[in-house]
């Protein structure tokens, strides 16, 4: 039980940031005193009185407005907060009115509960963990009661989490194949099912790294047409973009893309026809690119 005092009536004027009063009338008797949109029935003998006019709320017989706090709630600055940022935290406590009473952030035992908040300073400075996802996470204040709040960490960076980051990998697949870090298997060099593929590659194509699924290329003959060669390469994504690229010279020269040529697919096999495949040799190498 709480209890905030009103200024005593009197004579004089009444004001505040909002209003002011000034009595028209007023008797010993406990008489009306009007002005504007407010009206004091005045009480001879008694502690209080009766105000009304505008929001104001007034208790007839009591000192002062009295309330009941019936719990604590707590709010945050930004939700979501970016993963490596601070969010401040607020607390308030809860009335039986349904309003609210604002508490020092110093008076409340912060803490966290669940959730990637590496912590929360006594001034309710909650600190953001680094994550591969946005992940929820859970604060709690107490002031007299206990109340917890939800606040969101965003993903920003999509490789910057722990011992997986600056990799070149995505976080969130390599916790996927992999678990948490750390994991010897998840780096980006790592072959983890023997095929020949390393698990950036893998990524990049978009393979499983654990099912020794395999990215394929074969270069065959055109029924025909001596001077052309088919360039056939599986599996191929709707979300990768793929460039077919050869050179004359295994060393010294770099791969170009072919000037001459057409594609035609089916299903998650593409064919792509060089239209000069003649020469005593020809290198080819397919370009993947993940948007």
């Known amino acids: 039980m709480a209890l905030a005092l009103c200024p005593a009536l009197g004579l004089a004027a009444r004001s505040s940031a909002n209003y002011s009063i ?16 407010y009206r004091i029935d005045n009480s001879v003998g008694a502690i209080g009185a009766l105000n009304t ?12 407005q009295l309330y009941e706090i019936t719990g604590l709630a707590l709010s945050a600055q930004a939700d979501p907060v970016n993963e490596g940022a601070s969010d401040q935290l607020s607390a308030s406590q809860t009335l039986d009115d349904a309003t609210f009473l604002s508490v020092p952030s110093t008076s409340v035992s912060w803490s966290v509960l669940n959730g990637p908040l590496t912590g929360i300073n006594t001034n309710g400075l909650a600190t953001a963990g680094t994550v591969y996802q946005d992940t929820l996470a859970t604060a ?8 917890t709040l939800p606040v ?41 099912d023997g095929t020949g593929q ?40 709707v979300d990768r973009m793929y460039t077919v690229k050869a050179k004359l010279s295994i060393t010294g020269v770099s791969y170009t893309a ?3 040529s057409s594609f035609s697919d089916n299903g998650q ?13 020809k290198f080819y190498e397919v370009e993947i690119t993940k948007p």
């Open 258 to 260: 072919l000037p001459n």
């Open 140 to 147: 709690q204040g107490v002031f007299g009661f206990t109340a």
């Open 22 to 37: 000034t009595p028209e009338i007023q008797d010993t008797a406990g008489a009306q005193s009007t002005a504007g949109v």
């Open 152 to 192: 969101t960490v965003k993903n920003v960076s999509t490789d910057d989490f722990g011992s997986y980051a600056g990799d070149g990998i995505d976080d969130a697949w390599q916790v996927q194949y992999f678990g948490q870090p750390p994991n010897a298997l998840a780096g980006p060099n790592a072959d983890a």
């Open 53 to 64: 006019g505008g929001g104001d709320v007034g208790k007839n017989g009591y000192i002062g």
């Open 198 to 237: 390393t698990n950036l590659f893998k990524y990049v194509a978009g393979l499983n790294p654990l099912d020794g699924s395999r990215f394929i290329l074969q270069i065959a003959f055109v029924n025909g047409q001596p001077g052309q060669k088919n360039i056939v390469f599986s599996p191929r994504l």
């Open 269 to 281: 096999e593409r064919t792509v026809t060089d239209f000069d495949g003649s020469g005593a040799a």
